[in-house]
C-alpha cells in the first residue's frame, strides 16, 4: 500500500515537502508519480521518478518548482515543493507505475494513496 | 500534450442500468488507454489499461474498448458502489494525461 503525509496549510510563495510511505511489495522496482486533484477538478500528473532515482519528468505547470525523488532503502517517495501558488491547492497522490508492455510504453497506475492535503493560502 | 475529452460530464442513471462513457483523444494513441474510478476521499482505482484489459479483481460487470482516438468503459448492471467519478488516462505519449472526469450520480 501506499500512504502520504505531510499535507498542511502554507502562504503563497512557501515550500512543503510531501512523503509517500510504501509497503507490500519492492518498491525499489517500481517507477512511482505524483498526481493532484485540485478542488473541483480532474486528476492532474505532477511528477514522475525511474525506480532508481536516475531519471525524474515533470508536468509543465510544477517544473521548476517541484522536485521528486526517493529513498529505496526506506521504501519512501518524496515531493519536494517551492514557490507554491494558490493554484498549487491539491489532494496529492502517489501512485505506482505498472507495465504491460516492456517493448513499448504500455503502462497505468495500478496502486495510489489516499492522498495528502495541501492549501496554498495567505 | 495529448487531450483527453470525456463525455457526458456527469450521468444520472439508477441501479441495474447499462452505462457507457465515452473518452476520445486529440491523436491516435492505438490502445494506450486506461481507465479509472475515484470516489471523494479514497484512492483511485485502476479498471481497465491497455483500452479493454480488466485489472485483476474489477468485477466483470467493467468493459473497455476502442482504439485510434475513440474509447468508451461500459458497466453492464449498474450496482450502488459504482457511483463515482470515472477518468480515462492515456499512457501513449508524453505526460500521462487525464480526461475531465465523468460522475455517475443515482438518479
Known amino acids: 500500500q501506499l500512504v502520504e503525509s505531510g499535507g498542511g496549510l502554507v502562504q503563497p510563495g512557501g515550500s512543503l515537502r510531501l512523503s509517500c510511505a510504501a509497503s507490500g511489495f519492492t518498491f525499489s522496482k517500481y517507477n512511482m508519480f505524483w498526481v493532484r486533484q485540485a478542488p473541483g477538478k480532474a486528476l492532474q500528473y505532477v511528477s514522475e521518478i525511474s525506480y532508481n532515482g536516475g531519471g525524474t519528468y515533470y508536468g509543465n505547470s510544477v517544473k521548476g518548482r517541484f522536485t521528486i525523488f526517493r529513498d529505496n532503502s526506506k521504501n519512501m517517495l518524496y515531493l519536494r515543493m517551492g514557490s507554491l501558488r494558490p493554484e498549487d491547492t491539491a489532494v496529492y497522490h502517489c501512485?505506482?507505475?505498472?507495465?504491460?508492455?516492456?517493448?513499448?510504453?504500455?503502462?497505468?497506475?495500478?496502486?495510489w494513496g489516499h492522498g495528502t492535503t495541501v492549501t496554498v493560502s495567505s | 500534450d495529448i487531450q483527453m475529452t470525456q463525455s457526458p460530464s456527469s450521468l444520472s442513471a439508477s441501479v441495474g442500468d447499462r452505462v457507457t462513457i465515452t473518452c476520445r483523444a486529440s491523436q491516435k494513441i492505438s490502445t494506450y488507454l486506461n481507465w479509472y474510478q475515484h470516489k471523494p476521499g479514497e484512492a483511485p482505482k485502476v479498471l481497465i489499461f491497455?483500452?479493454?484489459n480488466v485489472q485483476s479483481g474489477v468485477p466483470s460487470r467493467f468493459s473497455g474498448s476502442g482504439s485510434g482516438t475513440h474509447f468508451t468503459l461500459t458497466i453492464s448492471t449498474l450496482k450502488p458502489e459504482d457511483f463515482a467519478t470515472y477518468y480515462c488516462q492515456q499512457s501513449y505519449s508524453g505526460p500521462p494525461t487525464f480526461g475531465q472526469g465523468t460522475r455517475l450520480e443515482i438518479k
Open positions: 501512485a505506482r507505475r505498472a507495465e504491460y508492455d516492456i517493448w513499448s510504453d504500455g503502462h497505468y497506475m495500478d496502486i
Open positions: 491497455a483500452a479493454s
